[in-house]
T-cell receptor, first 112, second 113 residues
Framework: TQLLEQSPQFLSIQEGENLTVYCNSSSVFSSLQWYRQEPGEGPVLLVTVVTGGEVKKLKRLTFQFGDARKDSSLHITAAQPGDTGLYLC????????????FGKGTKLSVIP | DVKVTQSSRYLVKRTGEKVFLECVQD?????MFWYRQDPGLGLRLIYFSYDVKMKEKGDIPEGYSVSREKKERFSLILESASTNQTSMYLCASSPPGQGYGYTFGSGTRLTVV
């Protein structure tokens, strides 16, 4: 079973600060996704990265896929209370796979 | 707006009861999944289905079964509920291929007493 390790597990920051969360594996993933889950709701897809070294931006969120396709990071600039939630990374292990492996998540709290 | 709908947000059942969790999607997706989510353990795959009447075991299928008689509906069945099945249950669907990701329902918080 391929594992995705996310760090940190918990993060509490003040509004306006920047932060980075990480998603690491010893295995190669053909593509990787990031989801955000708000309390009492299901996860919602934010982005998919496919190519090693790829960088995608979604407003204040920047996602990067490692060159070797074993790791990814999510950077948030000027965090806002609306960014609060559980951030999950998930990867497809092979080109023909439709089953995602999920990390355990980073729980982010942004304090006004 | 496309949707995955889970029949109940909160459910309380007694130990030994047979429990049905229903999930319906309106996106004509081939793939459907059932996960449970517990603090510290993350999302764990119970069962998935890639076609009508097809099912595959996930990582933790013991104590559960599933049914997919129609493409849009995927049911999770707890044959005899136990307290260790108290959890948040999440249903998801996806089209074939890796570019689209999963669409999740809002979840069912099941408590077994």
């Amino acid at each position: 079973t391929q594992l995705l390790e996310q760090s940190p597990q918990f993060l509490s920051i003040q509004e306006g600060e920047n932060l980075t969360v990480y998603c690491n594996s010893s295995s190669v993933f053909s593509s990787l996704q990031w989801y955000r889950q708000e309390p009492g709701e299901g996860p919602v897809l934010l982005v998919t990265v496919v190519t090693g070294g790829e960088v995608k931006k979604l407003k204040r969120l920047t996602f990067q896929f490692g060159d070797a396709r074993k790791d990814s990071s999510l950077h948030i600039t000027a965090a806002q209370p609306g960014d609060t939630g559980l951030y999950l990374c998930a990867g497809y292990s092979g080109a023909g796979s439709y089953q995602l492996t999920f990390g355990k998540g980073t729980k982010l709290s942004v304090i006004p | 707006d496309v949707k995955v709908t889970q029949s109940s947000r909160y459910l309380v059942k007694r130990t030994g009861e047979k429990v049905f969790l229903e999930c319906v999607q309106d996106m004509d997706h081939e793939n459907m999944f059932w996960y449970r989510q517990d603090p510290g353990l993350g999302l764990r795959l119970i069962y998935f289905s890639y076609d009508v009447k097809m099912k595959e075991k996930g990582d933790i299928p013991e104590g559960y079964s599933v049914s997919r008689e129609k493409k849009e509906r995927f049911s999770l069945i707890l044959e005899s509920a136990s307290t260790n099945q108290t959890s948040m249950y999440l249903c998801a669907s996806s089209p074939p291929g890796q570019g689209y990701g999963y669409t999740f329902g809002s979840g069912t918080r099941l408590t077994v007493v």
